[in-house]
């Protein structure tokens, strides 16, 4: 039996959907079903729900984090939330440079890469996402791609930092389509971000750090996804909106984890 040896994270995006006493009853229902999970399961939910999740603690195997936070410390900046806000009403992680913030809200690298610092610095762990475009892939761009976003994102980040962040692969074009990466081209394109962290950060930092695969996963395709020798756990949209899908994912992975090849 190979074990990982990394950290292995499912972890789901919730986006724009749940109240706070949808989330609270998502919540509770999910908790039932996950409580041999062997790993931590991520829950990156709505600002208005942290508070009341956290408060709530269903399973100490769930932990609580945000979508997005601001690369400033405070002031005025209407309509943002700080790292120490988010600190304060309990979220633990945050995801950062998703592809929806990238491509519907334009953000840069250059400003993830100030919000990977922040979340750091105010002591949030950063899900930083990085991923191509169909018409980046279908240009063979994607290498270049993934280059850019990891070391724009990444920039002054040290080995010692960056042993602290998770980094997501979901290439835009699998995001809420159906169409997922095959295990294959999913496995393809983490080994090369791992190469590509080997490179600048060392053998020791790209052999520890977290990887994930994430778009259009579900309880069906997960299983061939974290068999993947590089692919160190999900990031899920749609599938973690309902307890019985996610949870089928998250109790499915010890299983799964154990297929993988060394
Ligand atoms: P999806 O979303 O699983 O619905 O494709 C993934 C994501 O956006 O993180």
New binding site residues.
């Given amino acids: 039996m190979v074990e990982p040896k990394r950290k292995v994270v499912i ?1 789901g ?1 919730w ?1 724009m959907n749940k109240t706070i006493e949808e989330a609270k009853t998502l919540i509770k229902e999910f908790s039932i079903m996950i409580k041999d999970a062997p790993n931590p399961v991520y829950l ?1 939910v709505p600002f208005t729900a942290i508070y009341a999740l956290s408060l709530q603690s269903p399973s100490p195997q769930i932990v609580i984090g945000a979508q997005n936070m601001s690369d400033a410390p405070e002031g005025a900046l209407t309509g943002e939330i700080s790292g120490r806000m988010l600190v304060e009403a309990g979220a633990r992680f945050v ?1 950062l440079g ?3 913030r990238r491509h519907l809200f334009g953000e840069s690298s250059q400003l993830v890469n100030r919000k990977v610092k922040r979340a750091l610095q105010e002591g949030v762990e950063p899900l930083l ?1 990085i991923g191509e475009t169909i018409e980046q892939r279908n240009a063979n761009q994607t290498e270049k791609v993934l280059r850019e976003h990891l070391t724009q994102s990444l920039e002054g980040i040290t080995s010692d930092q960056l042993q602290k962040i998770i980094i ?1 692969y ?1 290439p835009v074009w ?5 169409k ?1 990466a095959t295990p294959e081209q999913a496995q393809e394109m983490l080994a090369f971000c791992r190469k590509l962290i080997s490179e600048k950060w060392g053998a020791q930092t790209a052999a520890k750090i977290t990887l994930l695969y ?5 309880p069906e395709n997960a299983c061939t996804l974290m068999e993947q020798t590089d692919i160190d756990g999900l ?6 909106l309902k307890a019985d899908s996610f949870a089928r994912i998250v109790n499915d992975q010890k299983l799964c984890t154990t297929k993988r090849k060394p």
Avoid: D, Q, Y
Avoid at 174 to 178: D, E, L, P, S, V
Avoid at 235 to 240: R, V
């Fill in positions: 972890a995006n986006k990156a995801l998703h592809s929806e996402c997501a979901e699998a995001i809420g389509t159906g997922n994430g778009g259009s996963v579900t990031l899920i949209g749609g599938a973690s």
